[in-house]
């Protein structure tokens, strides 16, 4: 059951870029649920599931010796609904869906500045958390940016 959670559903097992896969699953699931939800329950849950993950994380690298290996997604998870929160998503905005997956994705690949940091030299939970959360909150931050001046220069309609 660990290693379901962890893996989010096994997508992390996806032999070809399990993070973006797992981003994609996560963006997918995230959607899924605003239709049923407000944007600030997913953003709540997500700070939900990443405590719980840390020591599901702890025990998980405990496990099997390896500290974030690549099949360990739920960190994707939790950086998404970060980003769709603070980008204030809703289920029927693929704009800002979008906008959301690519930040999300080159935050969490690139880790410029504090993010790289965390991920270098934070252990354990926090350590595969925490440079996904932030790359999250910055994602969202510029896909807020990014979609408020392509509604300001009207080259989307509002």
């Given amino acids: 059951m660990r290693k379901f959670f962890l893996t989010l559903g096994y997508s992390g097992l996806s032999p070809k870029a399990p993070g973006t896969v797992g981003s994609f ?3 997918l699931i995230g959607l899924l649920l605003l239709q049923y939800i407000s944007i600030t329950t997913l953003f709540l849950l997500a700070l939900l599931i990443s405590v719980i993950s840390v020591k599901q994380i702890d025990i998980y690298e405990k496990d099997v010796g390896v500290h974030d290996g690549s099949e360990i997604v739920i960190d994707e998870l939790a950086g998404m609904w970060i980003a769709l929160g603070i980008a204030n998503a ?6 800002i869906a979008g906008l959301a997956f690519v930040y999300f994705r080159i935050f969490d690949i690139w880790k410029p500045s504090v993010i790289g940091k965390i991920d ?12 996904d959360m932030l790359a999250g909150l910055f994602a969202g931050l510029c896909t807020s940016m990014t979609y408020f001046l392509l509604l300001k220069y ?3 309609p509002s």
Wanted: charged share 20%; proline share 0%.
């Fill in 25 to 27: 699953v996560a963006l």
């Fill in 90 to 95: 809703t289920a029927d905005n693929y704009i």
């Fill in 120 to 131: 270098k030299d934070v252990k354990g939970g926090w350590g595969v958390m925490g440079d």
């Fill in 154 to 156: 009207s080259v989307i």
